[in-house]
């Protein structure tokens, strides 16, 4: 082989590699223009699931209450009646709407909401991942979108307020890193899937089977995407982000939360994408045009100049996105973004080592396909 062979491999490697990073800086960083609100609080229903008493946090029941104070048709669904989030929100919000009851699907989340999507009785149906904060403004201007044509709108959770390192990183991972390249799919006209607040309209939920749209493949919100696109509707990702508040978090719960929807991933056709990852990564870039500059002759100082330079313009480039979408990026998220980079390769090795994906203690990768429909709950 040519010895200039590899170097021009590791040439175009990293350059390709900071090609997609600020591609996808570019094409996410800047909001469409909003559409005007033509909803009013009256017109949602929102199911807001809960599991457990930390998902009962003081900022997020007040923010459920202040939407039903505002005319908003507000469902909590819990799983069983002394689930602990019930005494917690009762404390907060004695009057509470909490729905209680489970259904028998492989989907342990959609057990739960199963019965607030069936009892959901105004126009626009929303659903609510566990501890967004969304106001009364927040989800008219979301809902916006909605039309005879668009089917289906996803508000994408932005990690707020991080209370140490751990959930810096974990802030990294929901911000800089998926919704920059969910953000760059969706303006490319992609379909596109995360969590945190999907709404549609109660015929178009009723038209794909209700809670059945959400179960048909193994991640609920990629399933319900395709269940609207397969009506001959399109989907799109909102222009506003809600805040998820993180506080402290602990660092082997983020880690198994990161495996875990790595493993989903690989089990939806998206998964070449998601292997492809850690490859065009700040740390496999960096490598490649490392052994690039040493195979052309550079010397030790010249390297690490290479180094450095790459590293600044990929925090550059992150930081350009996450100011476009009003999002902090101070020094502590530059470190946590770097982190997360670094780790990219042992996420995707821990995400291909078992096909178990683990939420709230239960497996429901083994069989999702194979279980059978549960009784939906009762209102208590």
Avoid at 279 to 307: D, P, Q, S, T
Avoid at 322 to 328: I, K
Wanted: charged share 20%.
């Amino acid at each position: 082989m040519d010895a200039s062979a590899p170097v021009w491999l590791g040439f175009g490697w990293w350059s390709l590699s900071s090609a997609v990073h600020w591609l996808s800086a570019a094409l996410a960083r800047r909001p469409r223009r909003m559409s005007v609100a033509r909803h009013g609080p009256t017109d949602f229903s929102v199911v807001a699931p809960m599991n457990g008493a930390a998902d009962a946090s003081p900022i997020y029941i007040a923010a459920l209450a202040e939407l039903a104070r505002a005319g908003v048709e507000v469902l909590i669904c819990v799983a069983d009646a002394d689930d602990g989030a019930v005494a917690p929100t009762r404390a907060l919000w004695p009057d509470a709407p909490i729905l209680i009851g489970k259904g028998d699907t492989f989907n342990p989340k959609m057990n739960n909401v199963r019965k607030g999507l069936e009892a959901a009785s105004r126009e626009i149906v929303g659903l609510c991942d566990a501890g967004i904060v969304i106001g009364v403004d927040e989800l008219c201007r979301a809902a916006a979108p909605l039309s005879d044509t668009m089917g289906l709108v996803l508000a994408l959770k932005a990690g707020d307020a991080p209370g140490n390192f751990a959930a810096e990183l974990e802030r990294a991972y929901i911000d800089g890193h998926q919704a920059r390249f969910l953000f760059a799919a969706d303006r490319l006209g992609l379909a596109v899937a995360s969590g945190g607040v999907t709404l549609l309209t109660r015929d178009t939920l009723q038209r794909i089977g209700n809670w059945r749209g959400f179960n048909r493949w193994i991640a609920d919100d990629y399933s319900v995407v395709r269940s609207v696109r397969e009506l001959g509707l399109r989907t799109c990702l909102g222009e506003a982000m809600v805040r998820l508040p993180l506080g402290p978090r602990d660092w082997p719960t983020v880690w198994r939360r990161q495996v875990r929807w790595a493993r989903t991933r690989l089990r939806l056709p998206v998964w070449p994408l998601v292997l492809w990852e850690p490859v065009i990564g700040w740390a496999a870039a960096g490598a490649a045009g490392a052994a690039a500059l040493m195979g052309a002759g550079a010397g030790a100082g010249v390297v690490v100049a290479g180094l450095f330079v790459h590293t600044a313009a990929w925090l550059a480039a992150e930081k350009w996105f996450m100011g476009g979408r009003g999002l902090e990026f101070g020094w502590r998220a530059a470190a946590a973004a770097l982190a997360r980079e670094a780790l990219a390769p042992g996420l995707m090795v821990g995400a291909l080592g078992s096909r178990a994906i683990y939420w709230r203690g239960t497996d429901f990768a083994g069989d999702w396909r194979s279980r059978g429909d549960g009784a939906a709950g009762k209102s208590v």
